[in-house]
């Protein structure tokens, strides 16, 4: 299910398969004279960087491997399956160590649980899109980070994958001056507040007198 669903991002991305076999797939996305390239693979285990580097370049094809932009333009995403979350801690070096390696393709590793499988049945790319709008399972989703909802599925692979886009909703903005008044009327401070707007930077002398005397004004004593 994870890996049908970065493959729907890849392309959503205007990435194209290129070549693939079971537990590996080659894109290839092309815009003018820029060249990028992705490469989706199902480690059934952590192997160490060199070890990874080796077995996918024996995968690539040659179209691939000959071209220049291959090894500095290259993302590869590696999906491993855990039985639960906690296993994480027992892999969490070898995994640091396979995305911090500098050879080759900038590495991620998206790992998941039977939980977070579960949460996501049927999903598809436009509805992880959807979810990561969601303002609401975002609010759930803070008050408990570790609970394997769609949301934490979601926002764990926008996390993992920096190069996807994040989705936005254009709206009209609210003035600073609108969102500051309304700001001060709910606190009580429009006298001050419409001190500090009659007066410039220059006359600081002033505001702050102004401001004493108000201050004084409202003294109980």
């Known amino acids: 299910m994870i890996d049908k ?20 797939r080659f894109y290839k996305r092309e815009s003018g004279s820029a060249i990028r390239f992705a490469i989706l693979h199902k480690l059934d285990e952590l192997a160490s960087p060199a070890e ?14 000959s071209h ?8 590869l995403i590696c999906i491993y399956h855990l039985n ?8 969490e070096e070898q995994i640091f160590a396979i995305e911090e390696d500098p050879h080759y393709f900038k590495k991620y590793i998206l790992y998941y649980s039977d939980t977070e499988e579960a ?7 436009e509805k ?4 990561i709008s ?17 949301y934490s599925v979601a926002a764990k692979i926008f996390i993992k994958l920096p190069f996807l886009e ?3 909703t254009r709206r009209e903005l609210v003035s600073l001056r609108l969102q500051a008044g309304d700001a001060v009327t709910e606190e009580g401070l429009d006298a001050i507040y419409a001190t500090i707007q009659k007066l410039t930077k220059n006359n600081a002398d002033e505001l702050i007198k102004e401001l004493i005397e108000n201050e004084l004004e409202n003294s109980p004593n």
């Open 68 to 75: 220049p932009s291959f090894k500095k333009n290259c993302d």
């Open 119 to 125: 949460a996501i049945p049927d999903y598809t790319y």
């Open 134 to 150: 969601d303002k609401s399972q975002f609010s759930n989703y803070k008050n408990d980070p570790l609970a394997a909802t769609q």
């Open 128 to 131: 992880l899109v959807a979810t």
């Open 84 to 91: 639960k979350l906690a296993e994480f801690k027992n892999y």
């Open 166 to 168: 994040l989705p936005f």
């Open 5 to 24: 669903i970065i493959d729907e991002a890849l392309i959503a991305h205007k990435f194209t398969i290129e070549h693939a076999s079971n537990l590996t």
């Open 52 to 65: 990874l580097n080796a077995a996918i370049n024996q995968l690539a094809p040659d179209s691939f491997l």
